[in-house]
């Protein structure tokens, strides 16, 4: 009987602490751009590291597939036109076109849409173009 009033007691106590659902708007991310409004200049060239050391990271391993060079021996999975399951080896291209171009070029250009800084929504629009073919050339179709 007292393990009852005490899982009642405990139940109680947990449900008057989700009931509180304003709690988290105080609080603000500073990991989320468009409450900072990082000014589009800041934003273009982490992105144009990330999009050329995509493209050289990738490179290591589609060379293999392109027979640019091979391994000294054999059954590599390279090799067979496989892949190293469980590694994002030969990856990069794809996770940068999505994660670290993907909606930090949108926010790019609705920063610099609102500050008037037309070039770089231009900017933006052709580096997501040159992301599309970039990925599109090393992955095939992806739409």
């Known amino acids: 009987m007292k393990s009852i009033k005490y899982l009642f007691l405990l139940l109680i106590v947990a449900f008057s602490m ?8 105080v609080n603000e ?6 409450e900072t409004d990082v000014p589009p200049h800041v934003l273009l060239s982490p992105m144009q590291q990330q ?3 995509g493209i050289a ?3 290591r391993f589609i060379g293999r597939y392109t027979q640019n ?3 000294p021996g054999v059954g590599n999975v390279w090799d067979r036109h496989g892949y190293a399951a469980g590694s994002d080896a030969g990856g990069d291209v ?5 994660w670290a171009l993907g909606k930090n070029l ?5 920063t610099a849409r609102r500050a008037g800084r037309n070039i770089y929504v231009g900017i933006a629009y052709a580096l997501k173009a040159l992301s599309w073919q970039t990925l599109t050339d090393g ?3 992806v739409i």
């Open 18 to 25: 989700t009931s509180c659902d304003d709690y988290l708007d």
């Open 29 to 34: 991310n500073p990991n989320f751009p468009y």
């Open 51 to 53: 999009y050329a050391l």
């Open 57 to 59: 990271f990738d490179g």
């Open 69 to 71: 060079w091979v391994d």
């Open 94 to 98: 794809w996770r940068n076109h999505y």
């Open 106 to 110: 949108d926010v790019m250009a609705d």
């Open 139 to 141: 992955h095939g179709d």
